[in-house]
């Protein structure tokens, strides 16, 4: 069964830096889409950053120059590099995978989702 392990969430002052990691485990086959995304109590979870398998990359308007995505095929990694953070960036983060696995039926391609992890920033 495939679980998305996250790390690096934490507290940190206005204008400091995280760095979010992202690694699934378990059997896989392919990972194509990447993503983060953020909730905060009685919002919907938006988009942060994605990253397609040949590295095209999409932001939120509101972490554009100051958020970074990246991800390694070889360790089927996913980090998200937050700079210049802000007390609005407080949240959980999420990442998701669209991973494929190979079942007894035959490959399946489904959205995974990690647990999430939080991030606060003071002002």
């Known amino acids: 069964q495939v679980q998305l392990v996250e790390s690096g969430g934490g507290l940190v002052q206005a204008g400091g830096s995280l760095r979010l990691s992202c690694v699934p485990s378990g059997s896989i086959f392919s990972i194509s889409r990447m993503g983060w995304y953020r909730q905060t109590p009685g919002k919907a979870r938006e988009l942060v950053a994605g990253i397609s398998e040949d590295g095209g990359t999409n932001y939120a308007d509101s972490v554009k120059g100051r958020f970074t995505i990246s991800r390694d095929n070889a360790k089927n990694m996913v980090d998200l590099t937050m700079n210049n953070l802000k007390p609005a960036d407080t949240a959980v983060y999420y990442c998701?995978?669209?991973?494929?696995?190979?079942?007894?039926?035959?490959?399946?391609?489904?959205?995974?989702w990690g647990q999430g992890t939080q991030v606060t920033v003071s002002s």
């Open positions: 998701s995978l669209r991973i494929v696995v190979l079942r007894p039926g035959g490959f399946s391609e489904d959205d995974y």
